[in-house]
Structure formats: structure tokens, C-alpha cells
């Protein structure tokens, strides 16, 4: 428990601000290239964000990965998800053959998929999984914590050691991901707790429920708030006590992207939600995320209002994986490459604005 801990502690005094000269380098840069001011929109703002992170123009972000953190939740038993939590170990033996979605489209993308069981129910055979149970499974939240303080700490540092030694490895560019039948609960739960936001907007259908369960949703929700008064000031009491093994871990995976200076997209509402903790965590880490795209999951834009992001995609998407984080690793290398490739107005004889 020291021991991850200080793993903490040494990672968020690592986190420092944006490199605001290398921002400001990189919009005299923008501006020099052969379009009107600002006609490149998000993709300007993004190189800009890229270079304050990275500290240079350009950075080789050529290997990236997803990381996909897989939990399950005892809050199952409750009846909240319109699939069996079996699907879970399921699912990641799926991710592990190379066919979910995430696996397709971080093929199409030249992107890694990594994946990390930190703390589904049963064990899962395979020599790419990476096993780092905290856990089997989380509490059910309607009665009691999802898991301890500790176990919280414990998890977070699982994820930043993750980012680590990707890192070792020369990963560069980081996606969120995540897999856990009923996650949706306890992300909900967090978002409500962490920002006072009513149940009724902070709930959705996750994987697909009808009427009956969305109402017994909510219902277990409220309970769970009221049965573990999680402490709005404290994110770790929060995450600990209505949160889920695997978005802990990727409260980890952003902060240690951040700690890193490596940019991390942020995919859905789980990620999403853990993307809140970590900013409550260390507000500098913000900068550090890029948002993906605004996921089909009620709950979702609330919540991408409070972290002040607005997502770069709308696709209707609400699976999670990592897949609509993994589908904005070309639109973030679209921005790097026209900051770097594109001709100047010097460069190529093109006449500049007409002063007015
Ligand atoms: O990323 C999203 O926005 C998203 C929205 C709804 C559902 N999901 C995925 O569906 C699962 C959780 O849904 P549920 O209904 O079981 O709580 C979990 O494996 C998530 O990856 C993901
Ligand atoms: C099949 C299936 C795949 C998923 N991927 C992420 N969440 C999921 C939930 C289900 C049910």
C-alpha cells in the first residue's frame, strides 16, 4: 500500500503545466502556413495542444496504444445491464483474438492494444493478458463500497505503471479503453457524486436496457449514494466507494500519460469518467487529455461540460473499448502533419491578408 502510495504521490508531482513556448511556437508556426487564420479549426487548436504537451513541434507519436483496462461489478447482481456480466472474461478473450471492434480499428489506425484484467471475476488464460487483478470483481455499490482506499491506490498505480513501461517501450500517443459489464452504474454514480448533477441526467442505457431496468438503475444508483455517502471533496473516497477496478486503472493510465507529457484521448463516458477523477485528482492533468468523440450514453455531454472538453467526434457511438478514442489517433496525426508538412506563404510565393 506504501508503495503505491508514493507510486502516486512521485506521479502527480511529476505533472507539471502545458509548455506554453512551445504553444506559442507552434501558433506563429499555424499562422505562417498557406490558409486563412484559424480555417483549420480543431485541428489547429490540437497541434497547438500537441506541442504544449510534447514540449516540440514535432514529436514522433508513431507507436501508440489503447489500453484496455477489463472489471467486473458486483452491482451486477442488482439486475443493471442488458447483458450478462460473463460477457466480461468473454469480451476479453475476444480483444486478446484480435476480433472487437477496438482490435479492427486500432488494425485500420496502426495502433497497439493492450490489455490489462484488473479485476474481472474469473481467470482468463491467455499470454498477452496482462494480469493484474486488484480484485475479482468490485462490491456491489448498492450495499456497500465497491472496494477500499487502498485497493483504489492500488489500481490507479497499476495504471500508471502500465503507461510506464509503454512508455520504456517508446508509446507515445495513449487511448483510454475499457471493458466491464454494468460499468455503467458506478460511472453514473461518480459522475452524480463528483458534480451534484441529478440522477435522472446522469443515467443511460448503457448496453442497451429497456424502461424497466433504467428505472431499477436509477433506483440502485440512489442507493448506493445514500448506503456510502462518498465525500464529494475527497475523488479517492469517491472512486473507492461507487467506482469499478478498471476505471481506477485508467484514472492511472491519464495520469500517468500527463506525468509523461504524452497526450491521452479520452473515450466514452466510463473514460470519461475516470478523466474527471483525474482532473479532481490533479487539475494540471487536463491538459494533457484530449477528448475523442460525445458517446450515445446519456450523461455524457453533462459530464464533458464539467471537465470544460468538447469532444472532437460525434458518431453515435457508445460501445466503449477505446474504439471512438482509437478513431481520433488519425485526426490528432492529421494535425501534427499539417503543422509540419504544409507549405508557408514565404515558401511557397502566396500573397498574405489584405490589411483592412
Ligand atoms: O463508452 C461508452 O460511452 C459506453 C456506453 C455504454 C456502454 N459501454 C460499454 O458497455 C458496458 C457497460 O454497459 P452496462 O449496460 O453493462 O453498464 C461496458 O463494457 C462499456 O464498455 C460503453
Ligand atoms: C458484446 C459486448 C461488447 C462490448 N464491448 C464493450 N462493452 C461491451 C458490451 C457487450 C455486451
Do not use: W
Not at 64 to 92: L, N, R, Y
Not at 133 to 144: D, E, L, M, P, Q
Not at 178 to 192: D, K, Q, R, V, Y
Amino acid at each position: 500500500m506504501e508503495i503505491e502510495q508514493s507510486r502516486l504521490e512521485q506521479t502527480l508531482r511529476r505533472i507539471a503545466g502545458l509548455d506554453e513556448l512551445a504553444m506559442q511556437n507552434a501558433e506563429r508556426q499555424i499562422d505562417r502556413l498557406t490558409k486563412p487564420p484559424g480555417s483549420l479549426g480543431r485541428l489547429e487548436e490540437i497541434a497547438r495542444q500537441i506541442a504544449g504537451i510534447t514540449g516540440v513541434l514535432n514529436p514522433d507519436l508513431s507507436r501508440k496504444a489503447v489500453v484496455v483496462m477489463a472489471g467486473d461489478h458486483g452491482v451486477c447482481e442488482e439486475g443493471v445491464s442488458a447483458f450478462p456480466a460473463e460477457v466480461t472474461p468473454q469480451m476479453v478473450l475476444n480483444f486478446l483474438n484480435g476480433g472487437a471492434a477496438v482490435n479492427v480499428l486500432a488494425r485500420h489506425v496502426g495502433a497497439d492494444v493492450v490489455c490489462v484484467d484488473i479485476g474481472v471475476n474469473s481467470d482468463i488464460g491467455h499470454p498477452d493478458l496482462l494480469v493484474r487483478k486488484v480484485g475479482r470483481g468490485t462490491g456491489n455499490i448498492a450495499v456497500g463500497p465497491a472496494m477500499t482506499r487502498e485497493e483504489a491506490v492500488q489500481a490507479i498505480g497499476i495504471g500508471i505503471e502500465t503507461v510506464e513501461s509503454l512508455v520504456d517501450r517508446g508509446y507515445r500517443l495513449f487511448a483510454t479503453g475499457e471493458m466491464g459489464i454494468g460499468n455503467t452504474t458506478p460511472s453514473s454514480a461518480l459522475l452524480t457524486a463528483l458534480t451534484g448533477a441529478d440522477i435522472e441526467s446522469a443515467v443511460g442505457r448503457g448496453t442497451g436496457i429497456g424502461d424497466e431496468t433504467l428505472r431499477r438503475k436509477r433506483d440502485v444508483i440512489g442507493r448506493a449514494l445514500r448506503v456510502n455517502r462518498p465525500d464529494a471533496d475527497d475523488p479517492l473516497d469517491v472512486l473507492a466507494k461507487v467506482g469499478g477496478y478498471e476505471i481506477a486503472g485508467l484514472v492511472g493510465v491519464i495520469l500517468g500519460a500527463a506525468a509523461n507529457r504524452c497526450p491521452v484521448v479520452v473515450d466514452g463516458f466510463i473514460s470519461s469518467v475516470a478523466a474527471l477523477v483525474a482532473s479532481r485528482i490533479a487539475p494540471v492533468a487536463k491538459g494533457f487529455m484530449l477528448p475523442s468523440h460525445l458517446s450515445h450514453e446519456r450523461g455524457h455531454r453533462l459530464l464533458m461540460e464539467h471537465l470544460g472538453l468538447r469532444p472532437i467526434l460525434q458518431m453515435d457511438m457508445r460501445l466503449g473499448e477505446g474504439t471512438g478514442a482509437v478513431m481520433t489517433f488519425p485526426i490528432v496525426e492529421a494535425s501534427m502533419k499539417l503543422m509540419n508538412e504544409m507549405a508557408t506563404f514565404e515558401s511557397a510565393g502566396v500573397s498574405g491578408k489584405e490589411t483592412e
